[in-house]
């Protein structure tokens, strides 16, 4: 690459700075930004959701609320989220990485401005017998002391330097919006974490329930056995269908373990730290957040985050671009030196200097075509994604109302097998009482209406777990 440099020099300082600061004035004005303007970029839009018309929970809709979690009815649950927002390590990172990038905007701004700096310097010299001395008083060995005011500015002529302001403001809008993504994130495991382990322990003790009154009902056919009215087949199968229930409840009573180590973590404490949970009757189906296409394109921090991406991008390229043309740079300088401080701006020691350089690239190689190519190519990589962010935020969507109409469905055939077995056990209660029916029947219709009601809590369970789903899925903003 062959630079070329112009060098001029003014009359005197002050018509040097004078000339200076119009010219830097006079190209700021007149500069332009060089590669494309961004502009959003159109997105597809369904003209629904879902292919299908689908019965949802309660069929009630509601615009999303900042703190969304409180439909749930539940203040032990609004004070867990609360707590974790303002203690989670993900979150107080991503506010940090926030800073950072603010931060470079604000340090890349600076470049529009002059650039002034200020010396002094004070130097012991001895020239030896062999060489004349600089001072009138023919002194070889003496102090020296120099000051000296700088002012450098190079003019944004081509726009490069607004380009990649640009370039670092949507990166910092990105990182705006990965906090928010942080944050509804964490807001929506918590929530989830919480409902599932008030599912799972309502779980547990349904049946450790059905456990119990299989056992008494295995000691009664153990008792009818000895006395001749059992066969011992009777009690194998008892004793088989025993063992299965209690083979399901590890599973469970590990599965609530680990969920309240998740929600302790999630709010920033340690696992052993014994949180005030929320019971599952205390929890209320909220009503589903209205979900519109266009509204997801707005408000879902991954699909913003996706475009911020896209606009630094497309800034990236006027970058690339400016760095190709012809850069401008204009300096001053007015200062003075002396043996001693006093002198050091006296008649005869004053120094000034006034410059104006051009730089041109002629030959690099290929080197700024490539890398203009290369942001070019980037650009069309963050075009895809975000094309790619959006069709996963409305796939998001369509999955959880899906999951939501199938969980409906199992719900209410959870409702009508406990109701049924519930009948059966109180029917086959009052019979007992009456004479009319055995113990071991009563046991075996308490164990299926048990039973029925820990398959009905999972199912309440799913249900809510899936409502979560779609508050996060429609991107419910958060308050700052």
């Given at each position: 690459?062959?630079?070329?440099?112009?060098?001029?020099f003014?009359?005197?300082?002050?018509?040097?700075?004078?000339?200076?600061?119009?010219?830097?004035?006079?190209?700021?004005?007149?500069?332009?930004?060089a590669?494309?303007?961004?502009?959003?970029?159109?997105t597809?839009?369904?003209?629904?959701?879902?292919?299908?018309?689908?019965?949802?929970?309660?069929?009630?809709?509601?615009?999303?609320?900042?703190?969304?979690?409180?439909?749930?009815?539940?203040?032990?649950?609004?004070?867990?989220?609360d707590?974790?927002?303002?203690?989670?390590?993900?979150?107080?990172?991503a506010?940090a990485?926030?800073?950072?990038?603010?931060?470079?905007?604000?340090?890349?701004?600076?470049?529009?401005f002059?650039?002034v700096q200020?010396?002094?310097?004070?130097?012991?010299?001895?020239?030896?017998?062999?060489?004349q001395?600089?001072?009138?008083?023919?002194?070889t060995?003496?102090?020296?002391?120099?000051?000296?005011?700088?002012?450098?500015?190079?003019?944004?002529?081509?726009?490069g330097n607004?380009?990649?302001?640009?370039?670092?403001?949507?990166?910092a809008e990105?990182?705006r919006w990965?906090?928010?993504g942080?944050?509804?994130a964490?807001?929506?495991?918590?929530?989830?974490?919480?409902?599932q382990?008030?599912?799972?322990?309502?779980?547990?003790?349904?049946?450790?329930?059905?456990?119990?009154?299989?056992?008494?009902?295995?000691?009664?056919?153990?008792k009818?056995?000895?006395?001749?009215y059992?066969?011992?087949?009777?009690?194998a199968?008892?004793?088989?269908?025993?063992?299965q229930?209690?083979?399901?409840?590890?599973?469970?009573?590990?599965?609530?373990?680990?969920?309240?180590?998740?929600?302790?973590?999630l709010?920033g404490?340690?696992?052993?730290?014994k949180?005030?949970?929320?019971?599952l009757?205390?929890?209320?189906?909220?009503?589903?957040p209205?979900?519109?296409?266009?509204?997801l394109?707005?408000?879902?921090?991954?699909?913003?985050?996706?475009?911020?991406?896209?606009?630094?991008?497309?800034?990236?390229?006027?970058?690339?671009?400016a760095?190709?043309?012809?850069?401008l740079?204009?300096?001053?300088?007015?200062?003075g030196?002396?043996?001693?401080?006093?002198?050091?701006?006296?008649?005869?020691?004053?120094?000034?200097?006034?410059?104006a350089?051009?730089?041109?690239?002629?030959?690099?190689?290929?080197?700024l075509?490539?890398?203009q190519?290369?942001?070019?190519?980037?650009?069309?990589?963050?075009?895809?994604?975000?094309?790619?962010a959006?069709?996963t935020?409305?796939?998001?969507?369509?999955?959880?109302?899906?999951a939501?109409?199938?969980?409906?469905?199992a719900l209410?055939a959870?409702?009508?097998?406990?109701?049924?077995t519930?009948a059966?056990?109180?029917?086959?209660r009052?019979?007992?009482?009456?004479?009319y029916?055995?113990?071991?029947?009563?046991?075996?219709?308490?164990?299926?209406?048990?039973?029925?009601?820990?398959a009905?809590?999972?199912?309440?369970?799913?249900l809510l777990?899936d409502s979560?789903?779609?508050?996060?899925?429609?991107?419910?903003?958060?308050?700052?």
């Open positions: 690459m062959k630079n070329i440099t112009l060098s001029g003014a009359a005197s300082p002050i018509s040097a700075c004078a000339a200076l600061c119009a010219a830097a004035v006079s190209l700021a004005l007149a500069g332009c930004a590669g494309p303007d961004y502009a959003t970029p159109a597809p839009l369904p003209a629904a959701l879902t292919r299908d018309a689908l019965q949802l929970p309660g069929q009630q809709t509601a615009p999303v609320s900042s703190r969304w979690w409180k439909a749930f009815g539940s203040p032990q649950l609004d004070a867990l989220v707590e974790a927002l303002a203690q989670s390590p993900t979150v107080a990172a506010r990485t926030l800073r950072a990038a603010q931060e470079s905007v604000a340090a890349q701004r600076g470049a529009f002059p650039q200020l010396s002094q310097a004070n130097t012991r010299q001895n020239t030896g017998k062999t060489q001395s600089p001072l009138n008083s023919g002194d060995v003496f102090n020296y002391r120099t000051a000296q005011l700088s002012v450098g500015y190079t003019p944004d002529l081509f726009g607004r380009r990649q302001v640009e370039s670092l403001e949507a990166s990105q990182q990965q906090l928010e942080a944050r509804q964490l807001a929506s495991n918590l929530v989830g974490a919480v409902l382990a008030a599912s799972l322990k309502e779980q547990v003790e349904q049946t450790g329930q059905a456990v119990e009154a299989m056992q008494e009902q295995l000691r009664v056919m153990r009818l056995q000895r006395s001749g059992a066969s011992g087949l009777d009690v199968t008892q004793e088989n269908l025993l063992s229930v209690q083979q399901a409840l590890p599973p469970l009573q590990k599965q609530l373990e680990q969920t309240r180590n998740l929600v302790a973590v709010t404490r340690t696992p052993d730290a949180l005030p949970l929320p019971s009757k205390d929890l209320a189906v909220p009503p589903l209205q979900a519109v296409p266009s509204q394109v707005a408000q879902r921090p991954d699909v913003r985050a996706a475009e911020s991406a896209l606009h630094a991008a497309s800034a990236a390229i006027g970058v690339a671009q760095a190709r043309l012809p850069q740079s204009l300096t001053a300088a007015y200062g030196g002396a043996t001693n401080f006093g002198s050091m701006f006296s008649a005869g020691n004053v120094v000034w200097s006034a410059a350089g051009l730089l041109a690239p002629v030959f690099d190689g290929g080197t075509a490539a890398r190519r290369a942001a070019e190519a980037q650009y069309d990589a963050a075009a895809a994604s975000y094309r790619g959006v069709l935020a409305f796939q998001n969507v369509a999955d959880t109302l899906y939501l109409s199938i969980d409906q469905r209410q959870a409702d009508a097998s406990m109701a049924a519930r059966s056990y109180e029917l086959t009052t019979q007992l009482d009456r004479g029916a055995s113990r071991p029947s009563m046991l075996a219709a308490q164990q299926a209406w048990l039973q029925a009601s820990a009905r809590t999972a199912a309440y369970g799913t777990g979560v789903a779609l508050y996060q899925a429609v991107g419910a903003p958060l308050e700052p």
